[in-house]
C-alpha cells in the first residue's frame, strides 16, 4: 500500500522518534508499505517520521546510485551500492569521520528542492535490520550520505538544517509553498497547511 509521504512543516518531521521494540504491531507490512511508497516516488530513503511515524526506522535502496558508475571510469564513492537494500532499526550512529564533503541532496518531504549539504564521509553505524539482527557496519561514500540522511530524520533534522541562515531564508518562500501543497509532485503526499477556502 502506497502511504502519503508528510510534506516540509509538519511537525512530525521535527520530532525526535522513539525506538521500538519486537512487539511493534503490523512492522512488516509497515517496512513493505515503506519500500513501496519509496519506488513509486522514486525515492532512495524514507524515514517512519515522513509517513507520519515518529520511530526510529528507515529504509534505503541506493542501487539507482550504482547505475550510473561509468565501468572505464568508477566512481569510488559509489562502490558497492548494487545491493544496498537496507532496513535500519533503533539505529545508532556510533563515529563519524574523514572529510567533509558536499552533494546536492533532496528529500521526498520538501520536492523541487536540492542543495548542496556537506557531510563526513565515512560512518559507522549499528542497528537491527527486519529479522531483529544485529549489525555495526562502516559505511563510505553515497552509501554513508543516504543513511546520514535517513538518520536525521529519525532525530527531527532535515537537509535544509544544514543549510546556512542566509541560504535557508532564500528559500523560506519555496518551503512555505511546499507546505501549503502548492507544488508541483507526482506521489501523494499529505501537507500540513490547509488551503484557505474561498
Ligand atoms: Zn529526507
Redesign the pocket.
Known sequence: MILPIVAYGDPVLKREAEEIDENYEGLQELISNMFETMYQASGV?L?AP?IGRSIRLFIVDASPFADDVDDENPDPKAEGLKDFKKVFINPIIEEEDGEDWAFQEG????PTIREDVYRKEKITISYYDENWDFHEDVLEGYAARVVQ??YD?VDGI??TDHLSPLKKRLLNKKLNNISKGNVDVAYRMKFPVKKRSK
Not at 528529500?107 to 520538501?110: D, F, N, Q, R, T
Open positions: 530513503g524515514a515522513q528529500c521526498l518531504s520538501i540522511h535517513e530524520h532535515l537537509f
